[in-house]
């Protein structure tokens, strides 16, 4: 069964700082990777995906994601934070077919003025 | 585009009741989804509807149940609350195989 690790459950960082995120997978095919962005109180909103192709996606809000396979890994990276930022970041994996992606359990990030 | 909504936005009930909730997808979309998001928990898998058959479920107890209408609209039931159902819901819509767009959630509270 295929499963999803966020090794980080809280993330601070200042603005302006780089940011990274961890998310790390089980899955034996070629998954479909996620990151979700959810605000406080709000559902979540679609920040990047990956199917298939270029292992370097770029998604809204200047973020982007690496998909590495002999690390098994997705993270989400920002090269400048904005206060703006600050929410809970969650990576999921889904697959071909019966598509139900498994989310992990999110990591809150915290923007420091 | 309308996106994903849902109602309502807020409830609060007892144990032992029982409520529905109630989700709209995207036009065009005729898969909806149901996560239940506890504090601390992350997102857990509910129900998955298409075409207006349910077409997966998590491990949840038979007390969770759901229908999808012709028109794709979706409710969730959930029987005989317990204080632990208190969470977060969440419903998403997709097409079939495809990236999922969620609604805002309805958050129960059980007292």
């Known amino acids: 069964a295929q499963s999803v690790t966020q090794p980080d459950i809280h993330i601070t960082v200042s603005e302006g700082a780089s940011l990274e995120l961890r998310c790390n997978y089980s899955?034996?095919?070629?998954?479909?990777l996620f990151w979700y962005v959810q605000s406080p109180g709000q559902g979540l909103q679609l920040l990047l995906k990956?199917?298939?192709?270029?292992?370097l996606v770029q998604g809204i809000k200047g973020f982007e994601a690496e998909f590495k396979r002999s690390q098994s890994s997705f993270n989400l990276r920002k090269p400048s934070v904005h206060w703006s930022d600050a929410a809970e970041y969650f990576c999921a994996v889904g697959e071909g077919g019966s598509y139900i992606p498994t989310f992990g359990r999110g990591t809150s990030l915290i923007v420091h003025p | 585009e309308a996106g994903v909504t849902q109602s309502p936005t807020h409830l609060i009930k007892t144990r032992g009741q029982q409520v529905t909730l109630r989700c709209s997808p995207i036009?065009?979309?005729?898969?909806v989804y149901w996560y239940q998001q506890a504090l601390g928990l992350g997102l857990q898998f509910l129900l998955w509807?298409?075409?207006?058959?349910?077409?997966n479920r998590g491990n949840f107890p038979p007390r969770f149940s759901g229908r999808q209408f012709p028109n794709y609209s979706s409710e969730l039931n959930v029987n005989a609350l317990e204080l632990e159902d208190s969470a977060l819901y969440l419903c998403?819509?997709?097409?079939?195989?495809?990236?999922?767009?969620f609604g805002p959630g309805t958050r129960l509270t059980v007292l």
């Open positions: 998403a819509s997709s097409l079939v195989n495809n990236e999922q767009f």
């Open positions: 899955y034996g095919a070629t998954p479909y």
């Open positions: 036009s065009g979309h005729t898969s």
């Open positions: 509807y298409d075409e207006g058959e349910e077409r």
């Open positions: 990956y199917f298939s192709g270029d292992t």
